[in-house]
Structure formats: C-alpha cells, structure tokens
C-alpha cells in the first residue's frame, strides 16, 4: 500500500503516512495491529532540576543587586538608582520565584506576601523621592486591591463550591474600588473629580454580572464550556 499523496510505501499496519500524515484508506485491506513499518522517534527530554534552577535563579538575583549597588556607590558615592533595581528585582522574584521554593504552593500566603512586598517597595520610591503620596494613595490603593484578591483567594480555595459568585462578586468589588481610586488621586494629586471611574465600574460591574449569570444558569455554562473547550 502506497500514500496516495506522496507515494511513501506504508505497511499494512500504518493509520496514517509518516511523512505527510495523510490517512490511508483502503476498502477491501483490513488493518492488523502490528509494528509500524517507520517506528516513532523519540527524543529524550532533558528536565532541570527544580533545586538547582531556583539555586540558580536565587544566586543570579543577588549577584545582580550587589552589582547594581557597587556600580551605583562607585558612580554616585550613595545608593540612588541601583535601590530601584534591587527593589524591582526583589518584587519580580516574589511574584516569579517565591513559589517555587514551596512542595504545594499556598496562595493564601503567596499573594499578601506579594502585595506586602509591593507596598514596601513603593514606600522606598516615595521615601527616596520625597514624595507624600504613599500614605493618601499607594497604601489604600495596594491594601485595598490586595485585600479584595486575597478575599477572593482564600474563599475559592475554602470553599468547594461557588466559584463563579466568588469570582463575580470579586470583580464587581474591583469595579466599586475604581470610585475610591478616584478619591485617593484627587486628595493627593489635587485632580479634579470627574467621575471617570463610573467608566470602568459599569465594565467591571457587567462583567461581573455575566459571570454571576454564567454560575447561576446551567445551560449557559454548558455551551461556554462546549465553545471554550474547557
């Protein structure tokens, strides 16, 4: 038997060409289960080390803020930019690196422990720019946020059921926060109220009202779940 797109010889035994994949067909050959006539080739996979890759990354991490800090007292005399990197790579390494450190990841101490790590870092920025802004904006905006996912987190991993109201309800609670965002920017920046918050809390408040309407009604969850594969 021959494929009839590319003229390979195939075995009795072949479900498709080896070569173009087309499907062979043949009405009057039934196929025997057998060894393929060109056997599969399999490429061993090389898989790091997770103990190794995270000694790595941790070592990396700091060999590149002690850089950072010996350029910066070597150009500056001080610590002035190099505090920035090293703060930026502390963040990025709580976020990327941290849970890898943990058999089970748990994300009801993961994720305050990046907001915490956040809010630190942004009070360093203010302190080192002289700024007055982190107690009126950054503060309540970071622990409000964080407050509203660690909520969120803590009730979908202790609760079995009712997934899509927690997510749901966590939206429309962002949406909500985007009023008082308004507020924290208008008392520390002195910008005027305008009310555009009202734009992004009637998005997120819709969103989150399909959500709410995607648990509460079966047949609508079913044909997501056909249409989205999942």
Known sequence: MYCVKCGVELSDTEKACP??????????????????????????????RP?????FTTFASVISIL????????????????????GALLLIYSVIVLPYWFPKPN??????????????????????????????????????????????????????KGHFFIIGGGVIAYGCFMLLLEFFIHITFHRPMTFWSL??????????????????????RNYLAQKLFF
């Open 199 to 220: 734009f992004p809390l009637g998005v997120l408040c819709l969103f989150g009202l399909f959500i709410l309407a995607v648990g509460i009604l079966k047949p609508l």
């Open 107 to 160: 994300p009801i101490l993961l994720v305050p422990i990046c907001f915490t790590v956040l809010g630190c870092y942004l009070l360093y920025i203010s302190l080192a720019t002289d700024g007055r802004w982190f107690l009126s904006f950054a503060f309540p905006v970071v622990g409000g946020i964080g407050l509203i996912t660690t909520a969120m987190v803590v009730l979908v991993r202790c609760i079995g």
């Open 51 to 55: 103990a190794g890759w995270l000694f």
């Open 67 to 86: 850089v950072a800090c010996i350029c910066d007292l070597h150009i500056s005399d001080s610590i002035t930019w190099s505090g920035y990197v090293a």
């Open 19 to 48: 070569l173009c994949g087309t499907v062979p067909y043949h009405p009057e050959l039934e196929r025997q289960e057998a060894e393929p006539l060109y056997p599969r080739m399999v490429y061993p996979q090389r898989q790091l």
